[in-house]
């Protein structure tokens, strides 16, 4: 099985910036594709980021570009996500997710699309 650890959501005030985390330890050489999705209360998951594990290429949806980035470390088996800039509407549940099986589609927007996911992360942005 693929297990998915999230960690770095925090408490941050409004323009500041974190680092979240994603650690798939021993059998991430195995993923094709990882990602993050948010879920602020009484709303659902959406899409935020995700990274093909050969690190060629990757996608943001339009509400983070340019504050936003995702990036992968093969070697310790880590997927990053840096957020800067953040303001309380960002404030969510963040989850990794990953697909193993390779498909034309190199990722998708759907929660469907995505074999694993991880616990989630809390990140909360004071105003």
């Known amino acids: 099985q693929v297990q998915l650890v999230e960690s770095g959501g925090n408490l941050v005030q409004d323009g500041g910036s974190l680092r979240l985390s994603c650690a798939a330890p021993g059998v991430t050489s195995t993923i094709f594709t990882v990602g993050w999705f948010r879920q602020a209360p009484g709303k659902e998951r959406e899409f935020v980021s995700a990274?093909?594990?050969?690190?060629?290429?990757?996608y943001y949806d339009d509400s983070v570009k340019g504050r936003f980035t995702i990036s992968s470390d093969n070697a310790k088996n880590t997927v990053y996500l840096q957020m800067n800039n953040l303001n309380p509407k960002l404030t969510a549940v963040y989850y990794c997710v990953a697909r193993r099986l390779r498909t034309a589609a190199r990722y998708d927007k759907s929660t469907m699309w995505y074999d694993y996911w991880g616990q989630g992360t809390q990140v909360t942005v004071s105003s």
């Open positions: 990274i093909n594990w050969n690190g060629d290429d990757t």
